[in-house]
């Protein structure tokens, strides 16, 4: 339709409703994806995180407390192992490097979870809804990463023969989808059994480098115009975006509150509409209610993108073109 009717498919009347139409739910949610904005944080301080959770980002700013307001229930993330090579893994799961290997070094064990962008631009505003949240959405952070990071030191004599040893993965996990730097995620030892494990007091005694272990999140945020543009766009498409309807819908799994002690929000209704991505729900103009307006933000959005499309299509046509013409003319 894009290439039929040009850049005229964009001035005729009824704009916003030809757009929206034009547009599925998933491709909606890729535009918005790309008005993301990552969000990073490091610290050595010990704290708890949920992967998937969507946090407070505004009290994590001292690290020293991460808040949640909603979190998946089943999550299953991944992980890379230490980035190091040429570590030896023991028979307990610990990992051993020889000392000359691990000087001067900074090497890093990681969590993520490849975040479908429909699953939380689905119901975020649901969820915002249940919290009585109106104002400054930029704060609220779905986080996706966490990293430890442990950077050791460099020594100005030759370092003694000996041996890192780094924990298993499993020790950074306090839950299924929960991660907390370990008491001990390394120590150095003489032994390459590593049963005789050295303080680090001592450690730096015989001339072994000290080492420090940070931690580091990355999550995503979006703007109140990219929540408002889903509040209209999924109203459009006959959804209530005070409700999970369309998560459902979509298949994807529900976040739920997260238990604030004392908690200042509402609580998560235990609701069940049954809709599934097989049964899609009635749209607005079927109900008989009149034509949702769309705000200037979410129609720039929508106008930008398929202008992007219909330029891309317009570039492809002209470049076959270009392609036949140079064949016709050999």
């Known amino acids: 339709m894009l290439t039929q009717h040009g850049l005229e498919f964009l001035a005729g009347e009824n704009t916003e409703a030809t757009i929206i139409d034009s547009l599925t739910l998933d491709h909606y949610h890729s535009i918005c994806w790309q008005f ?29 407390a991460i808040v949640d307001i909603a979190h998946l229930q089943s999550l299953d993330p991944e992980f890379y192992d230490w980035s190091i ?20 070094t900074t090497i890093s064990i990681g969590f993520w979870w490849s975040m479908n962008k429909d699953s939380w631009l689905s119901q975020a505003n ?29 020594t100005e004599a030759d370092t003694p023969a000996g041996f890192l040893f780094l924990c298993p993965p499993s020790h950074f996990r306090t839950g299924k989808f929960s991660f907390k730097r370990p008491e001990c995620p390394a120590y150095w030892s003489l032994d390459p059994s590593g049963a005789n494990r050295l303080t680090m007091k001592d450690a730096v ?45 979509l298949g994807h799994k ?23 991505r097989d049964d899609p729900p009635t749209t607005s103009a079927q109900q008989g209610t009149d034509e949702l307006p769309v705000s200037s933000t979410l129609r720039f959005i929508m106008i930008v993108q398929l202008s992007l499309i219909l330029f891309q299509t317009l570039c492809g046509v002209f470049k076959l073109y270009q392609n036949y013409d140079g064949i016709r003319t050999n």
């Open 36 to 64: 993301s904005e990552p969000r990073s944080m490091s610290s050595s301080a010990p704290v708890t995180v949920n992967i998937g959770s969507a946090i407070v980002w505004a009290a994590v700013k001292a690290f020293d």
């Open 85 to 104: 090579v040429g570590h030896w893994v023991m028979e307990n799961g610990w990992r051993r490097v020889d000392s000359s290997d691990a000087v001067n």
């Open 126 to 154: 649901h969820i915002f809804s249940k919290l009585q949240l109106a104002s400054n959405f930029q704060d609220y952070v779905v986080l996706t990463d966490i990293y430890f990071i442990l950077t050791i030191s460099a």
């Open 205 to 249: 005694t015989l001339g072994f480098p000290s080492f420090n272990l940070t931690t580091h999140i990355m999550g995503s945020s979006w703007d109140a115009s990219v929540y408002a543009g889903l509040r209209q766009f999924h109203q459009a498409k006959g959804f209530d975006p005070d409700s999970q309807d369309l998560a459902r819908y």
């Open 254 to 276: 529900l976040y739920q509150l997260s238990d604030l002690n004392p908690s200042p929000f509402a609580h998560i209704d235990n609701e069940d509409s049954g809709i599934t």
